[in-house]
């Protein structure tokens, strides 16, 4: 496995600007940011399209930073808890952006909330146009529940990154994970362990 080739790859296709935003979105759209870290991703995609933006960022520094940016906007909703395949309180290791329950990365560590992303889509009663996930290595997770919920289905495009680092058996989690979206969706652009694109089957 070489990341730093795919890494190499995604910076000369310049695909923070050509890829992550190239979406066929409108002000009727919905998106989910899980993993909203200081709002960037919910400003650009709401800048280019005006869609409904779920911002979920479980870290309340950070939180808070997102809710100041877009203070006024009715149309970017933010939640101080991420999304899991359980709903749970956990110890969250702080370290920027790579911030994770998962792994420790850092001494420092804070406790937050985790929601059931299964019940909160059931609750919410939407389907959701475009879900991006950078939430540390939890992807895996997230995918298996929405998986055996049933509920993929209900998420037309997904934008996802999938870690390695420090993830035990990360080969095998990517491989199961991609299986289980091909049920549903497809890959439209891939970036091994950097960042891929899945869009329903229509």
């Known amino acids: 496995m070489n990341v730093g080739q795919e890494i ?10 050509n890829l992550r935003y190239d979406y066929n979105l409108n002000e009727t759209s919905i998106v989910f940011d899980l993993g909203g870290f200081k709002g960037e991703f919910a400003d650009k995609i709401y800048e280019k399209f005006s869609c409904k933006v779920y911002v979920f960022e479980p870290v309340k520094l950070l939180y808070d930073e997102i809710v100041s940016k877009f203070r006024g906007n009715h ?94 058996d990360c080969e095998e989690k990517l491989i199961s994970a991609q299986q289980k979206l091909a049920k549903t969706h497809k890959p439209t652009w891939s970036y091994k362990f950097v960042w891929e694109n899945w869009k329903q089957n229509y």
């Open 75 to 168: 149309n970017i909703k933010i939640f101080n808890f991420g999304l899991y395949n359980k709903t749970c309180e956990v110890d969250i290791y702080l370290k920027g952006s790579a911030s994770s329950h998962i792994t420790k990365s850092s001494s420092v560590k804070e406790t937050i909330k985790l929601v059931n992303i299964s019940e909160f889509m059931i609750e919410e009663n939407c389907n959701i146009d475009l879900m991006k996930i950078n939430i540390e290595g939890a992807e895996y997770e997230i995918i298996d529940k929405l998986y055996e919920d049933n509920l993929l289905n209900k998420i037309k495009e997904m934008q996802v990154q999938f870690h390695w680092v420090d993830i035990p």
């Open 8 to 17: 190499n790859q995604w910076r000369r296709d310049d695909g923070d600007t």
